[in-house]
């Protein structure tokens, strides 16, 4: 009997935690959206929810019980499977024609059947894939070359020796994400290729493809202890492996009346497509046949579930052989046996795992001719997923049709002859999709013509059979149609895929593999499955603004509702970070609310519970800030970053390392100090690089947010923001200071993503905000990252400005407005990172003598976002400030006034790193600072004066005509051709 079960509150926490890691898959993946609807369904009725699991809990403990046994037999009963297509093929053969005509009604060639079953099924195969993953773990070794359906270890698992409290349940992820193992699996490949050609080596590349391997495969559970390596741990597994494999045939029963490649016997089954234990098992049963490439000598071998890459040293080929090259390779080494009787390859560990030799690729390059073929991978096919998620991507809409279709050898040198046929780059045509909506959001297009004219292309390209090829990029559709508030587009959008749905028809020459006299009954699950998946896809968006939604639309909107509530929809995509955890009623708009924000204390307990993603640090500092920025000038003070830390600890159930911050206030009677020192820890900074933007900012820019702040949502701007960043990470720059005014609030969001991302401090000016009694703020935010553990962490520091400046205040009246008075004692940010010390002054504060003085030997760097136009004037303290507190000074201004510079206390010519007028072109400039030079001459300068006078002292003695000496001095005197000569320390400087 398992042991593994006995305790109900540890069966209770591992159903809990099997749950959050399943339904946090399935919110990241867009492909089975018919178990988002689920999972909405699921948790829509909440006392249900604990209900289902206390059974699940107590099944555990006692799965032979009567009522258990019964139980699951009904869910097993109501299992059934989803029928979505898979590929298209053309029979239209065009090769003496060249034609921008494309078949968009290409015949649907093949289908796959994903499991259609109660969500508590989910859960239990859930947690036996958690136990096995972690068995595998022990007892297979780490899978180095396999690259799909791989657990993340380091998160799902810690090294504690008793089996259940080895698993990590409290953690939401599970497995590792797809794009970024793709991507590594294919750039490893090419990379051994390219290492191989710089040393003069030839290789050969041989891309393989099991054929229909989920439904090839014949697993008998009976067996499965050895594909473990018969771990003891195995028979405490034993009750969930019972209901696990009962899944499993019935789906196997299902299918195989539907397929006509299925042959397995009784107690064998397929691998269902659409559960966890699937895309472990995947893995797993091909051990024996990943092993026997270790004896090859190979350079590289790397497994995608079902695709294998290879790359080995060859000598040179004279005549390309392919049928040798994989008889030497594969035959002779025992890996696949060759079936003589259709051209096709088996596994020899399986024979019923197939490879077809049509669909074998080999790539030879000899290292002596050119290695075009290597650097077009890495100009145009390679994608590096950290510089993806580093950079922000491009907000200038492209073209659809540019980026959704491509020519064969279409090139200005090319003669029309040799111009292939069109087709379509189907990675860029998901590509766009997701990127238009990702730059989407807080975004003001009203008027945009553009933004229309790349949606009359999309629409055109979603017709007829090709709308329903690319039925994973229709949510996203909706998405962009929702943020644009296009009621009227959605509805017909909706009709109109709707419509291709009904208009779909079976093949001509029969499905590839199907069971043809079954056509009719698996046509009407395709157009059903599918139906199924348009409906949510258009509610996901809904989920967004359910005003959008006809008031007749009944079940749209209940399903809007649902996904809302259980939060399985994009809520990146909200006006407002966060704003989906709070209760909603009513008909809630999250792209445009009219309701107040709830506070984090009163976020929903069951929504928190249950997020499906992990809530960043900077996201509840941004909520906070937008929820509170009327009722405090200073975010954050001590107090509130502790109860923001504790927020953070509590939704993300203790994540990593519990970390306090070092940050507290010093209160004067003049002047409040808010001291926050952080730590980055892998920084060896021995020089500073620090951007300076040069940005164009009007007067009128500053004032009409007051009236209408969309106005300052325009795509244009957010391009140039974007455009800044990526300039900042291209010339890793450590520091980025933007203009007074520059920045949307609606935007800290992605600033701070970026942060986080590139660990760039960035300070900026905010677009002036408001509140309902006509009171203007405007503040400044230092956007700080920080380290705990490995992980990144971000935290902005957000003041309201101390002294508003006389011409400001005047300006606000004639508007209507009123602004903070000088009554309140000011507040200063002291800032240290990595012993780097710094502060900042916002715009007219600067011009207080006493204010800049509390600075003085606390900065190595003072920062002022600016608008100013008396450029002069602020002159003359900078160059004065930077020798009299001994720092760097850097300033940023509107373009229009410009003098945004990087100033040091160096001698008179040299005293500018980078110093801009102004200019047209917005962009950044980059200055180099020696902050280690700077401290040392600090450091030692007293001492090396005093050395110096008494050395002067001994040597006046020797000379005999001082006179004469002076004079031959002064006539001689030999200046230091030192460039950047430090000037002398100011009195009572303290080192």
């Given amino acids: 009997m398992s042991t593994l079960f006995n305790n109900i509150e540890n069966n209770r926490q591992m159903i809990e935690g099997a749950y959050k890691k399943f339904k946090s898959f399935y919110y990241y993946n867009k492909n089975a959206l018919y178990i988002r609807e689920k999972i909405a369904d699921f948790e829509n009725n909440r006392p249900q929810v604990n209900k289902t699991f206390d059974i699940l809990s107590?099944?555990?403990?006692?799965?032979?019980?009567n009522k258990y046994e019964n139980y699951l037999t009904e869910l097993i009963n109501n299992i059934d499977f989803l029928v979505y297509p898979k590929s298209f093929t053309t029979n239209e053969v065009k090769a003496d024609i060249i034609t921008n005509i494309l078949d968009k009604d290409k015949d649907l060639e093949k289908v796959n059947f994903f499991i259609d079953m109660p969500i508590e099924l989910h859960i239990l195969d859930t947690l036996w894939t958690i136990y096995c993953g972690r068995i595998a773990k022990d007892s297979l070794g780490v899978f180095d070359n396999l690259y799909g359906n791989i657990i993340d270890e380091s998160i799902s698992y810690n090294d504690n020796n008793d089996f259940f409290e080895s698993i990590n349940f409290n953690k939401r992820r599970f497995f590792k994400f797809y794009f970024n193992e793709y991507t590594r699996w294919r750039n490893y490949a090419f990379d051994k290729l390219a290492e191989n050609y710089e040393e003069k080596i030839d290789s050969i590349l041989?891309?393989?493809?099991?054929?229909?391997?989920?439904y090839s495969v014949h697993f008998n559970f009976s067996k499965i202890s050895k594909y473990f390596n018969d771990d003891v741990r195995f028979k405490e597994m034993k009750p969930l492996t019972k209901i696990v494999k009962s899944i499993f045939l019935k789906y196997t029963c299902l299918i195989q009346d539907f397929r006509t490649d299925i042959k397995t016997s009784k107690n064998e089954s397929i691998f269902p497509i659409g559960l966890f234990s699937s895309m472990l098992l995947s893995n797993i049963y091909l051990k024996d046949f990943d092993k026997k490439f270790d004896n090859l000598n190979l350079d590289y071998y790397g497994r995608y579930v079902d695709d294998v890459l290879l790359v080995y040293k060859t000598n040179k080929l004279d005549n390309f052989n392919l049928k040798k090259i994989l008889r030497e390779l594969f035959v002779d080494n025992?890996?696949?046996h060759l079936n003589n009787n259709d051209s096709t390859y088996s596994l020899t560990i399986d024979?019923?795992?197939?490879i077809q030799e049509s669909k074998i690729k080999v790539l030879y390059i000899d290292s002596a001719e050119s290695r075009t073929i290597l650097d077009i991978y890495e100009q145009k096919i390679r994608i590096n997923p950290s510089m993806v998620n580093m950079l922000p991507g491009e907000l200038n809409i492209k073209d659809f049709d540019e980026s959704a279709y491509m020519v064969d050898n279409w090139s200005a040198e090319n003669k029309i002859r040799d111009i292939g046929q069109m087709s379509i780059n189907s990675f860029r045509v998901n590509r766009y999709l997701s990127d238009i909506v990702r730059t989407q959001k807080n975004i003001n297009e009203e008027g945009n013509d553009e933004v229309t004219k790349q949606y009359i292309k999309i629409r055109n390209f979603f017709k007829g059979n090709q709308a329903i090829e690319y039925y994973n990029s229709w949510i996203n559709i909706f998405y962009f149609l929702v943020l644009n508030n296009d009621k009227k587009q959605i509805v017909q959008l909706y009709r109109d895929l709707r419509n291709s749905i009904n208009l779909l028809k079976k093949p001509l020459n029969g499905f590839v593999g199907i069971n043809n006299k079954r056509k009719i009954t698996l046509m009407k699950k395709l157009k059903d499955?599918?139906?199924q998946h348009l409906k949510i896809s258009m509610c996901s968006a809904f989920a967004l603004d359910i005003s959008l939604i006809n008031e007749n639309k009944i079940e749209w909107r209940k399903l809007s509702r649902k996904l809302l509530d259980s939060n399985m929809f994009n809520h990146y995509l909200a006006k407002y970070p966060l704003m989906n955890l709070c209760n909603l009623d009513g008909e809630i708009s999250l792209i445009n609310p009219k309701m107040k924000m709830c506070s984090p204390q009163n976020f929903s307990s069951f929504k928190l519970k249950w997020m499906p993603r992990f809530v960043k640090l900077e996201e509840l500092f941004n909520y906070n800030f937008l929820n509170n920025y009327m009722a405090d000038r200073s975010f954050f003070s001590e107090e509130q970053i502790d109860e923001i830390i504790r927020e953070f600890y509590e939704i993300n159930e203790n994540y990593g390392e519990p970390f306090t911050l070092n940050i507290h206030n010093e209160d004067g009677n003049r002047y409040q100090k808010h001291i926050i020192k952080l730590d980055l820890k892998n920084k060896d900074r021995l020089k500073i690089k620090i951007a300076v933007a040069n940005i164009k900012i009007t007067e009128l820019d500053c004032a009409v947010t007051l009236l209408d702040s969309s106005i300052g949502l325009i795509r244009e701007k957010k391009e140039l923001l974007f455009n800044i960043l990526k300039q900042a990470v291209e010339n890793e720059v450590d520091f980025l200071l933007l203009p007074e005014f520059y920045l949307p609030a609606l935007w800290l969001n992605e600033v701070m993503e970026f942060t986080r991302k590139t660990e760039i401090v960035v300070i900026t000016g905010l677009q002036y905000l408001t509140d309902d009694t006509q009171r203007a703020f405007n503040y400044v935010a230092t956007i700080l990252p920080f380290k705990v553990s490995k992980y990144v962490n971000v935290i902005p520091i957000i003041r309201e400005k101390n002294h508003y400046a006389p011409i400001e205040k005047y300006e606000l009246a004639e508007l209507g407005f009123t602004c903070n008075g000088d009554n309140k004692i000011p507040v200063y940010d002291f800032f240290e990172i990595d012993d780097i010390k710094f502060g900042l002054f916002l715009c007219f504060e600067f011009t207080d003598i006493?204010?800049?003085?509390?600075?003085?030997?606390?900065?190595?760097?003072l920062f002022i976002p600016q608008f100013n136009k008396d450029t002069s004037y602020f002159s003359n303290i900078v160059e004065s400030l930077s020798r009299d507190n001994h720092c760097f000074i850097v300033q940023a201004n509107t373009s229009i006034f410009g003098d945004s510079r990087i100033t040091a206390p160096y001698n008179s010519d040299y005293k500018n790193i980078v110093q801009l007028k102004g200019g047209d072109?917005?962009?950044?400039?980059?200055?180099?600072?020696?902050?280690?030079?700077?401290k040392e001459y600090q450091d030692k300068y007293y001492s090396d004066e005093d050395t110096e006078i008494k050395q002067k002292l001994l040597d006046s003695v020797k000379i005999k005509d001082k006179r004469k000496y002076l004079k031959e001095k002064i006539e001689k005197r030999e200046y230091d051709a030192e460039k950047r000569k430090i000037k002398k320390l100011p009195a009572k400087y303290s080192t």
Avoid: M, Q
């Fill in 206 to 214: 041989i891309s393989l493809d099991l054929r229909n391997y989920y």
């Fill in 529 to 531: 499955s599918l139906k």
């Fill in 850 to 861: 006493e204010a800049r003085s509390i600075y003085k030997n606390n900065a190595d760097i």
């Fill in 351 to 354: 024979e019923n795992l197939k």
């Fill in 921 to 934: 072109n917005d962009g950044i400039i980059v200055g180099t600072i020696d902050i280690v030079k700077l």
């Fill in 334 to 336: 025992d890996i696949l």
């Fill in 58 to 65: 107590k099944l555990l403990k006692s799965p032979n019980a």
